[in-house]
C-alpha cells in the first residue's frame, strides 16, 4: 500500500517551455501533497504544500508564480514549471499524506532537464 | 536557524557487521523524526518514524534511537547487506499543526562491502 507514482520520470524541454509534472496517489487518498527539489548531491528541498481544493503553500523563496500547482482531487497534484530555464533543471520529487498520519510517502521523482 | 546534520562523509563498512549512521539537529524540537533510504536517481523510501516520547523503535533488521536532550537521533542496520548499499536521510517533522512539514539532513551514503 500506500504507493505514489509520478509522470513523466524525466522530461527535456527548450529553454522558455513549460512543464507540466503529475503527482498520483494509487492506493489512497491523499489529504496533502508535497513538492519537493533536490539538486545533485544535495538533500530534498521543500517547494510547496499542496491540500486538495485550496491554494498551495510555498516556502521562502518559491515563486508561486512559476511553479504552478495543482490539488484538483484527493489522489493527483500537478506541478507545472512555466517558462522553463537552464538552472530549473533539477529533480523533483513528489510526496503524499493520507489522512491523519505523519508518514510522508513519496513518488519515483521527474528529472527534468531544460536545454 | 535550524540545522539538521548527518554523517558527511561516506560510510564504509563489511557485510554482516552493523553500520550506524547518526542526525544531529539544532535549533529545533521536532514531534517525531523520520528515516528514508534513497537510490540514486530515485524517490525517498520511509523506513521508520519515531516520535518525541519513544526512545527506540525496531524493524527487522533496523533500530532507531531519538535522543531529545542531546538533540541527536541514531540508525541501525544490524547485519549489513550489500543491498543496504544507499543514501539515508533523516527528515524532522513538527507533528502536523497544519501542515505535516519534513525538514531534510543533506542524507549518508552508505557502502556495505562484500
Known amino acids: 500500500g500506500a504507493v505514489v507514482s509520478q509522470h513523466p520520470s524525466w522530461v527535456i524541454c527548450k529553454s522558455g517551455t513549460s512543464v507540466k509534472i503529475e503527482c498520483r496517489s494509487l492506493?489512497?487518498?491523499?489529504?496533502?501533497m508535497f513538492w519537493y527539489r533536490q539538486f545533485p548531491k544535495q538533500s530534498l528541498m521543500l517547494m510547496a504544500t499542496?491540500?486538495?481544493?485550496?491554494?498551495?503553500?510555498?516556502e521562502q523563496g518559491v515563486e508561486k508564480d512559476k511553479f504552478l500547482i495543482n490539488h484538483a482531487s484527493l489522489t493527483l497534484s500537478t506541478l507545472t514549471v512555466t517558462s522553463a530555464h537552464p538552472e530549473d533543471s533539477s529533480f523533483y520529487i513528489c510526496s503524499a499524506i493520507a489522512g491523519h498520519t505523519d508518514t510522508q510517502y513519496f513518488g519515483p521523482g521527474t528529472r527534468l532537464t531544460v536545454l | 536557524s535550524q540545522k539538521i546534520e548527518q554523517n558527511s562523509e561516506a560510510l564504509n563498512i563489511q557485510e554482516g557487521k552493523t553500520a550506524t549512521l547518526t542526525c544531529n539537529y539544532t535549533n529545533y524540537s521536532p514531534a517525531y523524526l523520520q528515516w528514508y533510504r534513497q537510490d540514486p536517481g530515485r524517490g525517498p523510501v520511509f523506513l521508520l518514524l519515531?516520535?518525541?516520547?519513544?526512545k527506540e523503535k525496531r524493524k527487522e533488521r533496523l533500530k532507531v534511537t531519538f535522543d531529545t536532550t542531546l538533540k541527536q537521533s541514531l540508525f541501525h542496520i544490524t547485519a549489513s547487506q550489500p543491498a543496504d548499499s544507499a543514501t539515508y536521510l533523516c527528515?524532522?517533522?513538527?507533528?502536523?499543526?497544519?501542515?505535516?512539514?519534513?525538514?531534510f539532513g543533506t542524507g549518508t551514503l552508505l557502502a556495505v562491502q562484500p
Open positions: 492506493d489512497f487518498q491523499a489529504t496533502t
Open positions: 499542496s491540500n486538495e481544493g485550496s491554494k498551495a503553500t510555498y
Open positions: 527528515a524532522l517533522g513538527d507533528g502536523g499543526g497544519a501542515t505535516n512539514k519534513l525538514i
Open positions: 519515531i516520535r518525541e516520547n519513544e
